[in-house]
C-alpha cells in the first residue's frame, strides 16, 4: 500500500491553531476510523497523540484533536506552543491486517 | 507502567540477516488485549510499519518488504524479534518496537514506542 500523504511541513505562530491533513484511500482512511496520530521529537520515541481518529490519548493535552472527513483526516493543534514544534505522522488501518503511516509533517513554531 | 526496550547489533554486512529484539518490562507480552509491532524509520524519512504479532504467535506483515521479514515471540522471556533477511544499505534505519492496541480485532495504535535502535548495514 502507498503512505498516506501529509504536508511536509506547516508552520503557526504562539497562540495560534494549525491543522495536518493526512490524505489516504477509500481503502483505508475512507474505510475505517482507526487513524492516530504521533509526534515525534528527533531522536526520541514517538508518542500517541490521537487514536481512532478522534480520542486523545492519556496525558496528552486537549490542545490537541483529530477529525475525519472522507479520505482525509485531520490533526489541528491550538494554542500552539514552543514544545509542539516536532514530526507528527498519521497511521491509518488499511485493511487486511495490515498498517500504514503517513509521511510525516515538521512543524515548526515561528 | 510498561516500557519497551530494543537491543541487538548495530551493525550488519550487506546480504546478512539483521536481528532486534524488544523486550518488555512491566508487563506481559501475553495479554491478549494488544498486538506487538515493528516499525523503522530511514535517515531523513517517515515512519513505516514493518509487521505486527500477536501473543498466540499471529503474524502480519508489510508486504513491501517482500517476505524478508519475519516477526516472533518467546512469551517466556517476555520478549518478541524481528528477522529482516538480505539487507542492503536501504535497510539502515532506527528500528523501533512498540504495543499496538486493537480495535474490533482489528490492528490500531502504537503506545508505548521504544526508544529505538540504530541499525547500520554496511560492509
Known amino acids: 500500500q502507498s503512505a498516506l500523504t501529509q504536508p511536509a511541513s506547516v508552520s503557526g505562530s504562539p497562540g495560534q491553531s494549525i491543522t495536518i491533513s493526512c490524505t489516504g484511500t477509500?481503502?483505508?482512511?475512507?474505510?475505517?476510523?482507526?487513524v492516530s496520530w504521533y509526534q515525534h521529537h528527533p531522536g526520541k520515541a514517538p508518542k500517541l497523540m490521537i487514536y481512532e481518529v478522534t480520542k486523545l490519548s492519556s496525558g496528552v493535552s486537549n490542545r490537541f484533536s483529530g477529525s475525519k472527513s472522507g479520505i482525509t483526516a485531520s490533526l489541528t493543534i491550538s494554542g500552539l506552543q514552543a514544545e509542539d514544534e516536532a514530526d507528527y505522522y498519521c497511521c491509518s488501518y488499511a485493511g487486511s491486517s495490515t498498517l500504514v503511516f503517513g509521511g510525516g509533517t515538521k512543524l515548526t513554531v515561528l | 507502567q510498561l516500557q519497551l526496550q530494543e537491543s541487538g547489533p548495530g551493525l550488519v554486512k550487506p546480504s546478512e540477516t539483521l536481528s532486534l529484539t524488544c523486550t518488555a518490562s512491566g508487563g506481559s507480552i501475553s495479554n491478549r488485549h494488544y498486538f506487538w509491532g515493528w516499525i523503522r524509520q530511514p535517515p531523513g524519512k517517515g515512519l513505516e510499519w514493518l509487521g505486527s504479532?500477536?501473543?498466540?504467535?499471529?503474524?502480519y506483515y508489510n508486504a513491501s518488504l517482500n517476505s524478508r521479514v519475519t516477526i516472533s515471540v518467546d512469551t517466556s522471556k517476555n520478549q518478541f524479534s524481528l528477522k529482516l533477511t538480505s539487507v542492503t544499505a536501504a535497510d539502515t534505519a532506527v528500528y523501533y518496537c512498540a504495543r499496538q492496541g486493537q480495535t474490533v480485532g482489528r490492528m490500531s495504535w502504537f503506545d508505548p514506542w521504544g526508544q529505538g535502535a540504530l541499525v547500520t548495514v554496511s560492509s
Open positions: 477509500s481503502s483505508d482512511v475512507g474505510s475505517y476510523d482507526l
Open positions: 504479532i500477536y501473543y498466540d504467535g499471529a503474524t
